[in-house]
């Protein structure tokens, strides 16, 4: 029933920029807190970034704090993640989730995913 939709990936040189996209359809979107996740080859899926569900509270991996910037737009029911100064260890599939028990890093806690978006960043 709930349907997650990530879109904006793509290939970018190192020190570039790129922004996802997430829309989320099938349940009330406000009341689920959001995360990105990304996945690259040969490694675990690992926690990116969160937002609340109002928005207001945003957590980061130590990885990405200062370059990426997570935000939301209920009255769009999207969910966007801004990735800045972009390096080569950043390639991955980005995944966003929905979870009603807040927005965690532990993968296991969210309940609904997208189908992912690949980023290529180049040296």
């Known amino acids: 029933q709930v349907q997650l939709v990530d879109s904006g990936g793509g290939l970018v040189q190192a020190g570039g920029s790129l922004r996802l996209s997430c829309t989320f359809s099938?349940?009330?979107?406000?009341?689920?807190?959001m995360g990105w996740f990304r996945q690259a080859p040969g490694k675990e899926r690992e926690f990116v970034a969160g937002v609340s569900r109002g928005g207001v509270n945003t957590y980061y991996a130590d990885s990405v704090k200062g370059r990426f910037t997570i935000s939301r737009d209920n009255a769009k029911n999207t969910v966007y993640l801004l990735m800045n100064s972009l390096e080569p260890e950043d390639t991955a599939v980005y995944y966003c989730a929905a979870s009603t028990r807040g927005a965690v890093p532990n993968s296991s806690m969210y309940d609904y995913w997208g189908q992912g978006t690949q980023v290529t960043v180049s040296s």
């Open positions: 099938g349940r009330t979107f406000s009341r689920y807190s």
